[in-house]
C-alpha cells in the first residue's frame, strides 16, 4: 500500500509549481509549517523540490513530536522517502519494523 503524495517529475506545470511555492510562503507568514498539523506541506514542498533527506528530518520530528498514536501513513512517506534516498537497507529495516508497529491484527488472549 502506497502513499499517494505528489513526487516532481517532468509533467507537472511550472505555474502549479509558483502556486504551490506562493501559498506555502503564505502560509509560513502566518503559521509554524513545521508542527504537526502543517507538516506534511513542508514535507511535500520539500520532496517537491528535491530535498528528500531535509524532508526525512522534518518527518521524522513529526513523528517523534507527535503525542498521538503514530500514524502509519507518516511512517509508510518515511520509508517512501528513504528509498527515494536509495538506502535500500535502512527501508528493509522500517518495512519489518511496520509488523511491530502496526501489527495485521490482535495477538490472542
Known sequence: MKVSFFQPDESTDASAKDVFEENYKELIKWVD????KYGTLTVLRERRCGRCGTALKVLNDMIQEDSEQP???LYDLK????????WAHVSAYEKQWMHVRFPPSLPPF
Not at 33 to 36: Q, R
Not at 79 to 86: N, V
Open 79 to 86: 520509508i517512501q522517502l528513504i528509498e527515494e534516498i536509495g
Open 33 to 36: 509549517a513545521k508542527s504537526t
Open 71 to 73: 500514524k502509519k501513513k
